[in-house]
Structure formats: structure tokens, C-alpha cells
């Protein structure tokens, strides 16, 4: 249990659980929609004439890098988690500086 409260997934789980919390209690929540208007459709870009088919495209590409990018940090703490824990006397080190 001691472990979960040290996991940066935890601390990222908090900070959204918190931010949407408070985004709530501020009534930042979805906007009126005002009558004769269509409400919010997931995907709609894909369809809806104001965007341009450049737009359309370079949000794929912002979205995929950004899925790239949070792969490589998820690579690279698992290479960091799994690396050697040093000598018995760099151990020792850390524990004296950890206390």
C-alpha cells in the first residue's frame, strides 16, 4: 500500500481527480446550447464544413505524437524501474540519504 502512494500514476490519477473536482464546483461544466443548435458530437470535425481537411489531418498528427510521446515516457520509466540498484555500498548511500 506504501508503494502506491510513492507511484507517479497515482499522483497524475490525483491531480485529474482534483482538477475535475474543482473544475465542477466552478461550474465549468458544458456549455448551454442554445435552441435551434446542434449539441456536441464526438468526431464531428470529420464532417463539419468549418474545418479544412489540412485541419483535419494535422490534428491526427498532434494526436499521434502525443500517444507516441506518452509511450516513450512509459519506456523509458520501465527501463528506469528495471535498472541495477547499484553495488551494496551505493545502496547503503541511498539509504542514508533517503532517511
Given at each position: 500500500?506504501?508503494?502506491?502512494?510513492?507511484?507517479?500514476?497515482?499522483?497524475?490519477?490525483?491531480?485529474?481527480?482534483?482538477?475535475?473536482?474543482?473544475?465542477?464546483?466552478?461550474?465549468a461544466g458544458p456549455a448551454a446550447v442554445p435552441s435551434g443548435a446542434h449539441g456536441f458530437h464526438y468526431f464531428s470535425f470529420w464532417t463539419?464544413?468549418?474545418?479544412?481537411?489540412?485541419?483535419?489531418?494535422?490534428?491526427?498528427?498532434?494526436?499521434?505524437?502525443?500517444?507516441?510521446?506518452?509511450?516513450?515516457?512509459?519506456?523509458?520509466?520501465?527501463?528506469?524501474?528495471?535498472?541495477?540498484?547499484?553495488?551494496?555500498?551505493?545502496?547503503?548511500?541511498?539509504?542514508?540519504?533517503?532517511?
Open positions: 500500500m506504501r508503494r502506491l502512494f510513492k507511484s507517479p500514476a497515482f499522483f497524475s490519477f490525483l491531480f485529474l481527480a482534483v482538477l475535475a473536482t474543482s473544475l465542477t464546483c466552478l461550474g463539419d464544413p468549418a474545418f479544412s481537411q489540412a485541419e483535419r489531418y494535422g490534428l491526427l498528427v498532434v494526436l499521434g505524437v502525443a500517444f507516441s510521446g506518452l509511450l516513450y515516457a512509459w519506456w523509458l520509466m520501465g527501463q528506469v524501474r528495471g535498472a541495477d540498484k547499484g553495488t551494496p555500498k551505493m545502496q547503503e548511500i541511498t539509504a542514508a540519504i533517503r532517511e
